[in-house]
């Protein structure tokens, strides 16, 4: 099935630029997105790619897609406390099964 | 979330007894999934339903999982018996223009 990895933790000091990375297996996968989840609450969608794209920007969020690696990272520039939260990557194909990596938590040092 | 609103958010039981838990989802949407998060393996999907009709519940552990989802607004998961091993927070979803919107969850510790 869809194997889909992400590092566990990455730590970063306040307005310095974050990137969250995230390599999967399945490249038939249509829809690629990144979900935040803070502490206690459900995960919300951040943004999302498709996989005819190499790269998205959405204000502080820049979103990188090389389909050849199978690679998906988010960046997030000038990071500030309250993003610390879980960021997950996750999958979808043509069918509606959506696929979590594990999370990254990310850590912002004021 | 007000999209998705679960019951109970916090659950304390003992094993071997029944657990249910709720989901009431803005009706109007065709797809509601399930998923269980957990440390050790993250967030895992159970089962989803399609129209009030289970597609695919591959995702389920075993035959104490069950779920309904008797109309479009309404779903429980239920767990009989539970286990300390089904500790873990339980995610209701919907999705809509591709986007899955999720329930805050109901937190799960059995005994």
């Known amino acids: 099935g869809e194997d889909v990895e992400q590092s566990l933790f990455l730590s970063v000091r306040e307005g310095d630029s974050s990137v969250i990375n995230c390599t999967y297996t399945d490249s038939s996968s249509t829809y690629l997105y990144w979900y935040k989840q803070e502490p206690g609450a459900g995960l919300q969608l951040l943004t999302y790619i498709f996989s005819n794209m190499d790269m998205k920007q959405d204000q502080r969020l820049t979103v990188l897609l090389n389909k050849k690696d199978k690679h998906l990272s988010l960046r997030i520039a000038d990071t500030q406390t309250g993003d610390s939260a879980i960021y997950f990557c996750?999958?979808?194909?043509?069918?509606?099964?959506?696929?979590f990596g594990a999370g990254t938590r990310l850590f912002v040092k004021a | 979330d007000a999209g998705v609103i679960q019951s109970p958010r916090h659950e304390v039981t003992e094993m071997g007894q029944e657990v249910t838990l709720r989901c009431k989802p803005i009706?109007?949407?065709?797809?509601l999934f399930w998923y269980r998060q957990t440390m050790m393996r993250g967030l895992e999907l159970l089962i989803y339903f399609n129209n009030n009709v289970p597609i695919d519940d591959s995702g389920m552990p075993e035959d104490r999982f069950s779920a309904k989802m008797p109309n479009a607004s309404f779903s429980t998961l239920k767990i009989q018996p539970s286990e300390p091993r089904d500790s873990a927070v339980y995610f209701c979803a919907f999705l809509y223009t591709g986007e899955l919107f999720f329930g805050e969850g109901s937190r799960l510790t059995v005994l």
């Open positions: 009706s109007g949407h065709d797809y």
């Open positions: 996750a999958l979808r194909g043509g069918g509606f099964k959506t696929i």
